[in-house]
C-alpha cells in the first residue's frame, strides 16, 4: 500500500474542538443585544405561555422608590429576586416577577417643593391636585429609568406592566384597606408623642428614621421636695421631714423637654440615699448644706460632675419616694409651672447612667407617655391634672403651654430645631431660666446616637400630636389583638436566614400602635370623616363612593372641589370633618399584596416568598404583615428572606465622601451585568457583603474559568452526533461523571430551594474547573480527538459531554442569564432560548456511590503521579507529560486493589505507566497525604506518535501511515472509508 503520510496533514484528522463561541465574552457590548432581543421576542410572554398550567411560585417585590437611579442594593436585591424566580420557573413552576414601585411620599414631595423653592414658587399657593400631578410625573420618569436599568442587570419580569402605588386602582385598594381598619375599629384618632420631623413638618415612623451621632446639650437638674405622702403610702412623720427641702435630681440629654414636664421617674429595684453637700466649687448650682437625693450607684459620678463634696445622710425607699411629689424647677417662669410634680415608678429607670431619676415629659417620648399613663388613675385620684400639653409646634416653636418660652417670651417663642435641622435657642433659654431659679445642679455637652429622618438627614424630635393610629393591643372580636396575630403569623412563617424571625419578633413584641398619619401631600389620604372627638364615621354607603371615585380618579379625587359633600351625599349636613392627613407610604406598601397577589389571576395569595434587605424588619416586612394580619389574620408570605448591606472591600460603609461607592452601571459597562450577578451569587448574602475592584476582579478570573469550560463543551459537541451508549457498557469513566451530575443535581435543586447560591455556585464552580476542566476533560482528549469515529468509548465520552453541558448550562441559567443563552444558542440555534428551558431530569440509576469510593482512590494516586511529572517538568526533564512512563508504587491494599483495572497511563495521560505492588524505594517521590504510593520517573519507550504524540511500539505497524500509532492508523482508515479524510 501506498504510503500516504506525508500527504496528511494531522491536526486536519483530529476531532479538534470547534466553535464560534469566543473566548473573550465582550459581555458590555453583548448584554445589550441580548436584552433588545428578548424584547423583541417578547420572552417574558413566552415564558408565561410556556408555563400555563403548571402550580404558581410567586415572590412578591418589595417596591424600590421611585426618586432615582438604582444603586449596588438595588442590584443585590433585583439579582437575587430573579435568580430565584427563574429557577423555580425551571423547575416546574409558574414563576411570574411582576416588579413593583412605591411612588407615594416625602422624598418626591421634598424634590418638587426644592424644584418650587429654586423657582421661587410657593407651594402653598399651587392647587394641591396640580401639585400631586407633578410628584405623579416626577415618580413616572424614575419608573422608566429604573425599568431599564434592571433590565440591563438581566432582570425578566412583567416590566410593561407592573404594579405602582400611584395607580389608580392601587390607590383605591390602598384607601379600601384603611377603611377596613377604620370599620372594624382598629383605626382611632390619639395624642401621642411621636418622632416628629420639623425640617419636614410631619410625623415620622421608625423605619423612616436612621440614627447618627449628635451632639447634645445635658443638664442636671434639681427639683424640690414640697412634701411626701400619698401615691407610695403613708410613712412616719420623723422620715418625712428629713426630705423636705432636699432636692431630687435628673439628667436629660434635651433640655428643651423640661417645659413639658409633669413628673419625675424612679425604680423601686434602685437603691438611693439622701446626700449632703459639704463643700462646692462653682459660683452656681448647689451650695453646701443642701440635701440631694441620688440613686447610690450613681451618687460619686454625678457630685464629681458639679465639683462638689458630699456625704451620704440615709438611706431613701422606695416608699418614701412614692409620697413626694416637687416643685418644677422652672416654677414661676412666665408665670407658670405651678403645679405639683408627682415621683411615680416606671420600669425603663436604671442606674446605669444620669442620677436613678428619670425626667417624665409625657408629650416628649414614649416611656415617658407610657409612666405617665399607667400613673394616671392614681395622680387624678389624688387631684393631680394628667392632661398632656402641646408645648412644641410643627415648626419647633415653643406654644403657649410652655410659659416664658412660648409667645408670651420678648422677641417671640423660643425654637427647638430649625427650618434647616440646625439647634434652636430652646435649650439655651431653658438653661438661662433653671440658673435664674437656682435649679440647675450641672451642665454639660454630649455626643450620641441621636435619631435622625434618613430622608432629610436632619435631627427629629419627640413631639404630643393628634394623629390616627391603629390599635396594637385591642380585642378584634375573636380573642385576639393584631399584636397576637402578627406574632402567630411570625411563628408559622419560614425566615431565612432564621435569625429574622427573632429579629421581627422583638419588634412587633415591643412596638407601640401603628401611627398612620402624616401632615403632607402626596399620598393616599386617611379617608375618613371624623367628628370633634375623633369618631369616625361608619357608612358603607358612603365608603363605596369613596372606592369607585378612587378607581376611576385616583385619590385626588379626595382633594378635588366639593369633595366633602360628593362623598357623604345625604349626611354632609351632619357636621363631620374630612381627614385631610395622608397614609405613611409604608401602610401604601405593606397593602400591595392586596393589588398585586389577590387582584392579579397571574399571581396568588398569599405569596411564597418576601425578600428585601435586613432594614425590611421595621420595614416593608413588618407593614405588611400588620396589614394583612389587621385585615386578614394572617401574613401575606410563606417566607421571608433578608440580605445584607453592601461594604467597600474594607467593611466601611459606601459613601460619595469617603469616595468608596461601587455604582453598577459602571461595573456593568465594563465588565459586565454577569459579573455583578455572579458577585451577588458567590457572597453570603444575608450578611453584609463586601464589593470592590480586587473582589470584582476575583470573579471576572472565576468566570473566564467557567467560560472556558463552557466553550471547550462547545467546541467538543461540534463533533456529537448524538449517539448514545446504554449506562451498562459506558466506561467506567463515563458513568463516574452521570454520577456526579446525579450528586451535583440534588446539591443544585436543594441550594435553590433552600435560597443557598452560594453553595450552588462553589460547586459548580469547583466541579467544572477541578473536576472537568483539570481532569476528565484533560484524560479524555486523547480520545474524544483522536479516537476512531465508531469509538465506544468517544461516543459515550461525547454523550457525557452533552449531559454535562445540558445540566449545567440549565442550572446556571437563573445566576447567569446573559453567558448561559449565548452558550445555550450556540449549541441549539433553532431553539428560542435557554429560559424556556427545564433543569434536565437525572436518572436515579445514574448513581453510583461504590464507583465513586473507587474512582476517589484512583485519583488519590493520580494525583502522586501527576505530582512527581510536575517537577520533571519544571526541571525540563520532559516538556509533556507523554513524554513520561513512570513506575508506580503502590503499597496501600486498598488503592492497589481500586486501580487493578485502571488504565493508569490514560487516566495520568502519560504513554505508559509501570504498576508495582512493593514498597517505594528510597528517593521515590510521594505526598503525605496519600501514604503508600511512590512515583519514580521513567522516560517513555518506542516513538512518538505524529497524530497523538504517544510514545508507542507500535508506530508503523501501519505501511500506509508509518508515522503513527496502530490506533490511530486505524482511525485513519476509517476516516478514509467515510471520506473525511
Known sequence: MTDTSEKIDYSKTLYLPQTDFPMRAGLPQKEPEMVARWQEMDIYRLMREDAAGRPKFVLHDGPPYANGNIHIGHALNKVLKDVITRSFQMRGYDSNYVPGWDCHGLPIEWKIEEQYRAKGKNKDEVPVNEFRQECREFAAHWIKVQTGEFQRLGIEGDFKNPYTTMNFHAEARIAGELLKFAMSGQLYRGSKPVMWSVVERTALAEAEVEYHDHESDTVWVKFPVESVGGIGGKVGDEKLRKLMGAYVVIWTTTPWTLPGNRAVSFSPRIPYGLYEVTAAENDFGPKAGEKLIFADALAEECFAKAKLQYRRLSDVSAEELGGIECAHPLKGVGGGYQFAVPLIAGDHVTDDAGTGFVHTAPGHGREDFEAWMDARAELEARGIDSAIPFTVDDAGYYTKDAPGFGPDREGGPARVIDDKGKKGDANDAVIKALIAAD?????????????????????????????????????????????????????????????????????????????????????????????????????????????????????????????????????????????????????????????????????????????????????????????????????????????????????????????????????????????????????????????????????????????????WMLGTLAHDEGDTVPLADMPELERLMLHRLAELDEVVRRGYDNFDFKRITRSLLDFMVVELSAFYFDVRKDALYCDAPSSLRRKASLQVVRQLFDCLVTWLAPMLPFTMEEAWLERYPQQKSVHLAQFPEIPAEWRDQALAEKWRKIRLVRRVVTGALEIERKEKTIGSS??????????????????????????????????????????????????????????????????????????GSDPEFPDVSARDAAALHELQALERL
Open 439 to 711: 435649679t440647675l445642679f450641672a451642665r454639660g455637652r454630649l455626643k450620641h446616637s441621636y435619631p435622625h429622618s434618613w430622608r432629610s438627614k436632619k435631627p427629629i424630635i419627640f413631639r404630643n400630636t393628634p394623629q390616627w393610629f391603629v390599635y396594637m393591643d385591642k380585642e378584634l372580636g375573636d380573642g385576639s389583638t393584631l399584636r397576637t396575630r402578627a406574632l402567630k403569623a411570625i411563628d408559622e412563617t419560614r425566615f431565612v436566614p432564621t435569625a429574622g424571625q427573632t429579629r421581627l419578633r422583638a419588634m412587633i413584641e415591643d412596638r407601640p400602635d401603628w401611627v398612620l398619619s402624616r401632615q403632607r401631600a402626596w399620598g393616599v389620604p386617611i379617608c375618613v370623616f371624623a367628628d370633634e372627638d375623633g369618631n369616625v364615621l361608619k357608612d358603607d354607603a358612603v365608603n363605596q363612593r369613596i372606592i369607585d371615585a378612587f378607581e376611576a380618579e385616583g385619590a385626588d379625587a379626595w382633594f378635588a372641589e366639593g369633595a366633602r359633600e360628593r362623598f357623604l351625599g345625604n349626611r354632609a349636613g351632619e357636621g363631620w370633618k374630612q381627614v385631610m392627613d395622608i397614609l405613611d407610604v409604608w401602610f401604601d406598601s405593606g397593602s400591595t399584596h392586596t393589588f398585586t397577589l389577590e387582584d392579579r389571576p397571574d399571581l396568588k395569595w398569599p405569596a411564597d416568598v418576601y425578600l428585601e434587605g435586613s432594614d425590611q424588619h421595621r420595614g416593608w416586612f413588618h407593614s405588611s404583615l400588620l396589614e394583612s394580619c389587621g385585615t386578614r389574620g394572617r401574613a401575606p408570605y410563606n417566607a421571608v428572606i433578608t440580605h445584607g448591606f453592601t461594604m467597600d472591600e474594607e467593611g466601611r460603609k459606601m459613601s460619595k465622601s469617603l469616595g468608596n461607592t461601587v455604582v453598577p452601571q459602571d461595573v456593568m459597562a465594563k465588565s459586565g451585568a454577569d459579573i455583578l450577578r455572579l458577585w451577588v451569587m458567590t457572597t453570603d448574602y444575608w450578611e453584609d457583603q463586601r464589593l470592590g475592584q480586587n473582589i470584582i476582579q476575583t470573579n471576572i478570573d472565576a468566570y473566564r474559568k467557567l467560560r472556558n469550560t463552557t466553550r
Open 882 to 955: 507523554l513524554e513520561a512512563a513512570p513506575v508506580v508504587y503502590v503499597s496501600d491494599e486498598a488503592l492497589k486493589a481500586a486501580i487493578a483495572d485502571a488504565d493508569m497511563a490514560e487516566i495520568c495521560i502519560t504513554s505508559g505507566i509501570d504498576i508495582c505492588g512493593d514498597a517505594a524505594p528510597e528517593g521515590a517521590f510521594a505526598l503525605d497525604d496519600v501514604p503508600g504510593v511512590g512515583v519514580v520517573f521513567a522516560r517513555a519507550s518506542g516513538t512518538k506518535c505524529a497524530r497523538s504524540w504517544r510514545y508507542t511500539d507500535d508506530v
